[in-house]
């Protein structure tokens, strides 16, 4: 009879303790387990929610600097309208390229010779290279602490969580008790990380790979740009070069 008034007690004690009532009662480890995960979770939604709106923004100014691009204007006057700071790639490999090519004219009238066309679009396309890398890296900026999130807190939940059972079947052991509404709060407690490790981790893969994926296509973007950059300025190498033989004539 008293056994039975115990696990009566003992049932009506768990159906009464809540999610945050269980989470106070575990110990220290499993405690700092669920803070770091909870801290960790949060931390990749802020910098989830700052890529997006980063790359929405991003694509939107780019937009316009290709309309601009291409709407048939002076390319110096383009670059002049720019100033000395780009807002986003695309215009940082633009300008990178506008500067290479403004000191090179500087340096042919200074010398008043002139400079290899092949020379002078090799200096260039490195240019461009150089700032679109400066500009990826930039883009890519803690995206490894989403990619770390993702693999390594089910790990951590999955920690907590044979730590709390451990615990859980210590603490039976010392009550001698092989009741299973002694043993349920227990168990539910410790695989209470293993569910926060699980709620940081799927956000973070999911975000990874799409974000991953956005800066993949627009790095195809700039690539593109690049190269529809250097074929201009190959046609105008080539138009100087016929120029300058015909001029010789």
Do not use: C
Not at 82 to 96: H, N
Not at 191 to 209: D, E, H, K, Q, S
Request: hydrophobic residues 45%; aromatic residues 8%.
């Amino acid at each position: 009879m008293e056994t039975q008034q115990l696990t009566d007690i003992m049932t009506n004690t768990a159906s009464q303790m809540s999610l945050w009532d269980m989470v106070w009662a575990s110990d220290t480890v499993t405690k700092l387990v669920m803070i770091g995960l909870i801290a960790a979770s949060v931390w990749s939604w802020a910098i989830i929610f700052e890529k997006f709106a980063t790359l929405r923004h991003v694509r939107r100014l780019s937009k316009n600097f290709e309309e601009a691009f291409w709407s048939g204007g002076s390319l110096d006057k383009l670059y002049d309208s720019i100033g000395s700071k780009a807002r986003d790639p695309m215009s940082a490999m633009f300008m990178a390229a506008m500067k290479e090519w403004r000191r090179t004219n500087i340096l042919k009238s200074k010398t008043d010779r002139g400079l290899r066309g092949a020379s002078l679009q090799q200096r260039v396309e490195k240019a461009m290279s150089i700032s679109m890398d400066k500009e990826l890296d930039e883009l890519d900026h803690r995206m490894g602490f989403l990619a770390s999130t993702g693999s390594v807190a089910p790990l951590v939940g999955l920690f907590g969580t044979v730590w709390g059972i451990i615990n859980s079947f210590n603490a039976i052991a010392l009550t001698q008790s092989n009741s299973l509404s002694a043993m349920a709060p227990g168990i539910a407690e410790a695989l209470f990380t293993t569910a926060f490790g699980l709620i940081a981790a799927i956000p973070a893969v999911v975000a990874y790979n799409m974000i991953t994926s956005e800066i993949d296509r627009y790095a195809k973007r700039l690539e593109n740009f690049s190269g529809e950059f250097l074929s201009i300025l190959s046609r105008e190498l080539d138009d100087n070069a016929i120029k300058a033989e015909l001029a010789g004539e």
